[in-house]
């Protein structure tokens, strides 16, 4: 197998990987309290993934961290060549699937006290949830719900515990692990799930570098049989769900 890395994005060549800057998925990490004066590390699930991946295709990953909304600018406009992301049919345009890593829960979490028996109990509600996120169909188009946006989920997550949002929409895995980093008893919290979701890696159509999206694919069933992504995500989440 040839000789495979992941960096920082650059100038040198090597496939652009986007990487959604939010916990647990990418951050930056200094890596302990002896260790504030070092350059920071980019730590997550997905950047764990792509060293992953870039062992078993040999090929060079050039990672950065940007936004949710970014993100999928990015593909679209061919700016960077891999992410990983909601599969949406909506996108089908301008990204080739390359490989199922792995299904969350699409939820709805309440602050205590919340009503959230059934979807009608979503009316009236003041509910966070990221910019251009697809979380159900029903519910991305319904206009009847009081939405408010935000850039990351650390910030919606804030808000809500302020007590300036009666619930937060998003995905189980990114919920349950800053509830649990900010040491609230979530278990207990009302909840809504909304659906299963699968998660893809996703190759713009516009990158110069198509050749490489089969490589990934093949790289990306080879893990997942091996179960490296259930247990890279039971490391931050507990248990997930596979997908049938």
């Not at 979530?186 to 190759?203: G, I, S």
Request: proline share 4%.
């Amino acid at each position: 197998m040839s000789a495979a890395s992941v960096t920082t994005a650059g100038a040198d060549d090597g496939l652009r990987v986007s990487l959604l800057h939010s916990e647990p998925w990418s951050y930056y990490s200094h890596g302990g309290n002896d260790a504030k004066s070092a350059p920071p590390r980019i730590d997550g699930i997905m950047p764990e993934i792509s060293k992953a991946l870039a062992r078993e295709t040999g090929l060079e990953f050039r990672t950065q961290l940007t936004p949710y909304a970014r993100m999928w600018r990015d593909l679209k406009s061919g700016d960077c060549d891999l992410a990983y992301g909601i599969r949406s049919s909506d996108r089908d345009d301008y990204v080739r699937y390359a490989g199922y890593l792995f299904s969350f829960e699409t939820l709805v979490i309440g602050r205590p006290g919340t009503r959230l028996r059934d979807y009608e109990d979503l009316r009236g509600l003041h509910v966070g949830l990221l910019q251009d996120i697809r979380l159900n169909p029903k519910f991305d188009h319904d206009g009847h719900i009081n939405k408010h946006e935000f850039r990351d989920y650390e910030t919606m997550i804030e808000m809500l515990l302020a007590g300036r949002l009666d619930a937060v929409a998003g995905n189980s895995v990114s919920l349950h692990y800053l509830l649990r980093k900010k040491q609230q008893p979530y278990q207990h919290w009302p909840r809504l799930t909304l659906q299963q979701t699968e998660v893809w890696a996703q190759f713009s159509r516009r990158s110069p570098r198509q050749a490489d999206a089969e490589k990934i694919n093949v790289a990306v069933d080879k893990l997942r049989r091996q179960g490296f992504f259930d247990d890279l995500l039971n490391r931050y989440q507990g248990s997930v769900k596979r997908a049938d």
